[in-house]
């Protein structure tokens, strides 16, 4: 059975840092790109970012390029997402989810977390 | 950027009618689109990929169709567990996008 497990998130402050991982097991991680998808209160859903099996490729949406930094670890079957300079509107539910392909980071998301709960607020 | 609008906003159906949820695309999406169920407190759940094929399993009532700019999801009737939100979701261009969602809701 696939199982996504997304932690660390919290209330921060305006500005400061926060690194997300999720833990995957069930399929062979390094098989597969991942993804960082959000839903912020009221609205829909965004895709934040997507890093290839190998980490040879990533892609960041342009609210979030220059500030975050996804990352992977495929010995511990691990994905990561380091936020920086944190903002209000960058609170949401974070879902850490599976890609279809490798190396190609267009994708749908088979596989879904249940989210980590990021507040930027002072 | 392609940007994705659903229609309606919020759609209220009777159980064991039909509904039709639609979603159309800024500029061509081929058929590299994606539909997605979310109900309260759960995490979205993929119904349709490829505009038409269904997911693994994922019951018969729920069909998609279309390409291009213009994509329909069609529940034949609807369950109880039907009510919840809908998302399209387009892969065939950087970034990948999302519609705002349409909340399917007991008449």
């Known amino acids: 059975e696939v199982q996504l497990v997304e932690s660390g998130g919290g209330l921060v402050q305006p500005g400061r840092s926060l690194r997300l991982s999720c833990a995957a097991s069930?399929?062979?991680?390094?098989?597969?790109?991942m993804h960082w998808v959000r839903h912020a209160p009221g609205k829909g859903l965004e895709w934040v970012s997507g890093?290839?099996?190998?980490?040879?490729?990533?892609g960041y949406a342009d609210s979030v390029k220059g500030r975050f930094t996804i990352s992977r670890d495929n010995a511990k079957n691990s994905l990561f997402l380091q936020m920086n300079s944190l903002r209000a509107e960058d609170t949401a539910l974070y879902y850490c989810t599976k890609g279809i392909r490798a190396v190609a980071l267009d994708s749908y998301f088979d596989y879904w977390g249940q989210g980590t709960l990021v507040t930027v607020s002072s | 950027e392609i940007v994705m609008t659903q229609s309606p906003a919020t759609l209220s159906v009777s159980p064991g009618e039909g509904a039709a949820l639609s979603c159309r695309a800024s500029?061509?999406?081929?058929?590299?689109l994606a539909w997605y169920q979310q109900k309260p407190g759960q995490a979205p759940r993929l119904l349709i990929y490829g505009a038409s094929i269904r997911a693994t399993g994922i019951p018969a009532r729920f069909s998609g169709s279309g390409s291009g700019t213009e994509f329909t999801l069609t529940i034949s009737i609807l369950q109880s567990e039907d009510f919840a939100v809908y998302y399209c979701?387009?892969?065939?261009?950087?970034?990948?996008?999302f519609g705002q969602g349409t909340r399917l809701e007991i008449k």
């Open positions: 069930g399929f062979t991680f390094d098989d597969y790109a």
């Open positions: 500029q061509s999406a081929g058929s590299n």
């Open positions: 890093i290839s099996w190998n980490s040879g490729s990533t």
């Open positions: 979701q387009q892969y065939d261009n950087w970034p990948i996008t």
